[in-house]
């Protein structure tokens, strides 16, 4: 039934991208393999990506969608098969912000992901298994580096806008760090140029939970199976930090599942049984490893300081930059230092902060707004007329 | 070194009470078992407790001190043989705010704990093995019900004052709720009349982590050992709630234990290093299944509506209650509404916002000023004169 309702609207929304296919780019193979922060190199390194829409005649309508932690290349529109659209769709489409009948959308699973991107769970060819932990530590920078290989690929110069919340910002500031030639702008929402001990301290409790699972056997768990109860508790946290103490009292409250106290250790609350059903979920769908690896290369990202923007250079990126006010993960204040400074440095940055309730899923979930900050801010970007500069919440 | 300097601080201080010998009252034997909440019953039943200072003529003068979750009956003073004092050491003693030379102060370890009262580690006399998950799940109501048994066994009456943070306040609020008449006065700190479905998620996530460890063996770990690195992780989750952003910025900030990137999966930053620390230390001293009862215990919880006063009793209790501007776990929102419900009962009810930047620690650590307002408070209590009524920082 659901599969049919699904179809129906495949055919008859005007606003998604329809049925869409992940594609996959390989590079670095042998002699050239991709250099990395740390030192070490990789390759072959495969990129899984999605694109939606059409490149203009001047190749100067390409915007790349960097995802977060748990996401992937599938952004917008529907999988053969799958009820679920992309992670995105809400916002990427036909007349929607990111507009697929103007645009060209890229979207590419990060390097160290589990989507069909290289990462720890691919084989390793030197062994002929899955790296697991010889998989190197990879950062956001090398992240980035690996897309710039695609967007290359693509044959983009530069591209119209890079955009992404939580670690896609991430992304999305890196990107102005280390080809700001290749960005006319940029969106980075809800996010940080560096993660607060704080933010360390949720990733690093993240990554004990999934190492004190026995099942995770120092990350050689493949021909065994998920660490699962250490990889379902890691995402129970996460799912905490992302809503908001308001979101959560008006979703859940104390509402009881049964009506009544069990006294004994089930589920008594509606909030603890969503909490174990995203973290059984999760285990389904995510890697433990690159959870790992994609949680470090997040507490080592730092574009604080002459990071984003080195001492005399002039970026003519122009930014658009949104936080949300419940959002206590990513904090508006980590947003403000952002726009501090771009200011300092004279870079064009409009700043809003969104009054959603819904914290750091706000970026995914309540987009009305959003969506027509970043709609005016490309149509801006794109034909280089526009009111948005002064529009402030 | 560190012995001697205690044990000569022991001789010169005035301030502590010096060395100090837990106690333990046994009662609810046989027929007269201790009736739970939940329609079971349990006995007999054991509370580990300290008393400082001595009851006056009048027995006027006792002040019952509630420990919040993972502490114990040791509030003050030092055992023989050990360096650390007990854990409200700087609120305790003769001239501190819970002065010694005045009053006579109790503390007890909750029932359900784990150090020296009856919980799930103790020898269920039907089986002679501990009671592991066959301990009946007890509440905040429980607790205080034992508590007001030891309190008849000493003699007491009425307690001047009740005090507590924390799961220690709920106690308080409790005391009020079940014997008011035997109640002067009450300190509630940093705590709430009931839990958010935050805090709930909180603390469903630190049961799941302890019982997602095989070594926890459905509570029957006893002859094998603690769950210990499930019951690290949940105690590392603790510890994130228990501070501020602010102090985790002021104690860690990002810096790094070696100086530089170990592109590993090592404790990279201080703060991964402290959390790290900090869960390896509570599995020596804490017992699993006693943090599964007592965070539900505080889950169960709930005052609010006609809880705490039911309709048409009258209360002439004195309330101060204090809370932290940058405590996250129990928002300031959560003190304000204990005192509107006082106030709107006609309670006489003081309210105080404290400005510390430790965050929930605060009550624990941060104390100048809660000192002085809990100190006035007391006087005005206990001699009927002061000025605290009007001292609102």
């Known amino acids: 039934m659901i599969a049919r309702i699904i179809e129906v609207e495949k055919n008859t929304m005007s606003q998604t991208v329809g049925v869409v296919k992940t594609e996959y780019f390989t590079f670095a193979q042998e002699s050239e393999k991709l250099m990395l922060e740390s030192g070490k190199?990789?390759?072959?390194?495969?990129?899984?990506?999605?694109?939606?829409?059409?490149?203009?005649?001047?190749?100067?309508?390409?915007?790349?969608?960097?995802h977060a932690l748990s996401a992937d290349a599938h952004a917008a529109g529907?999988?053969?098969?799958e009820s679920d659209p992309g992670w995105w769709e809400s916002m990427i489409g036909p007349g929607k912000a990111f507009d697929t009948d103007k645009?060209?959308?890229?979207?590419s699973n990060v390097l160290g992901g589990c989507k069909g991107s290289t990462g720890p769970s691919s084989i390793n060819p030197g062994k002929g298994k899955p790296y697991a932990l010889e998989f190197p530590v990879i950062t956001i920078?090398?992240?980035?580096?690996?897309?710039r290989h695609l967007v290359d690929h693509l044959g983009i110069e530069r591209l119209l806008s890079v955009a992404g919340g939580s670690m896609g910002g991430m992304q999305v500031l890196q990107w102005v760090a280390s080809f700001p030639e290749k960005v006319r702008s940029a969106i980075p929402i809800a996010t940080a140029l560096k993660h607060s001990p704080q933010?360390?301290?949720?990733?690093?409790?993240?990554?004990?939970?999934?190492?004190?699972?026995?099942?995770?056997?120092?990350?050689?768990?493949?021909?065994?199976?998920?660490?699962?109860?250490?990889?379902?508790v890691s995402r129970m946290i996460g799912h905490i930090t992302f809503m908001s103490e308001?979101?959560?009292?008006?979703k859940f409250s104390r509402k009881l599942r049964n009506g009544k106290y069990s006294y004994d250790f089930a589920a008594d609350f509606e909030v603890?049984?969503?909490?174990?059903?995203?973290?059984?979920?999760?285990?389904?769908?995510?890697d433990a490893n690159s959870y790992l690896y994609i949680t470090k290369a997040m507490d080592y990202f730092?574009?604080?300081?002459?990071?984003?923007?080195?001492?005399?250079?002039?970026?003519?990126?122009?930014?658009?930059?949104?936080?949300?006010?419940?959002?206590?993960?990513?904090?508006?204040?980590?947003?403000?230092?952002?726009?501090?400074?771009?200011?300092?440095?004279?870079?064009?940055?409009?700043?809003?902060?969104?009054?959603?309730?819904?914290?750091h899923d706000a970026f995914l979930v309540d987009i009305n707004e959003q969506q027509e900050l970043v709609r005016h801010f490309l149509d801006k970007t794109y034909n280089g007329y526009s009111v948005v500069s002064s529009y402030v919440l």
Request: aromatic share 14%; hydrophobic share 35%.
């Open 78 to 81: 529907y999988h053969e098969e």
């Open 302 to 359: 730092d574009l604080s300081g002459s990071g984003l923007i080195p001492l005399g250079r002039d970026i003519d990126t122009r930014f658009l930059i949104i936080s949300f006010k419940s959002d206590w993960l990513y904090p508006s204040y980590q947003s403000q230092e952002i726009v501090r400074l771009l200011k300092c440095n004279y870079v064009d940055a409009t700043y809003c902060e969104l009054p959603s309730t819904y914290g």
């Open 103 to 107: 645009y060209l959308i890229i979207c």
């Open 246 to 250: 308001h979101s959560m009292e008006e």
């Open 141 to 147: 920078a090398d992240m980035v580096n690996a897309q």
């Open 272 to 286: 603890e049984n969503y909490l174990r059903y995203r973290g059984d979920k999760f285990v389904k769908r995510f």
């Open 41 to 66: 190199s990789l390759g072959p390194v495969t990129l899984a990506y999605e694109t939606y829409g059409e490149l203009d005649a001047n190749k100067e309508n390409a915007i790349l969608i960097c």
């Open 199 to 232: 933010q360390i301290a949720f990733d690093e409790v993240v990554r004990q939970a999934i190492m004190a699972d026995p099942d995770w056997r120092c990350g050689d768990y493949y021909e065994y199976g998920q660490p699962e109860r250490g990889l379902a």
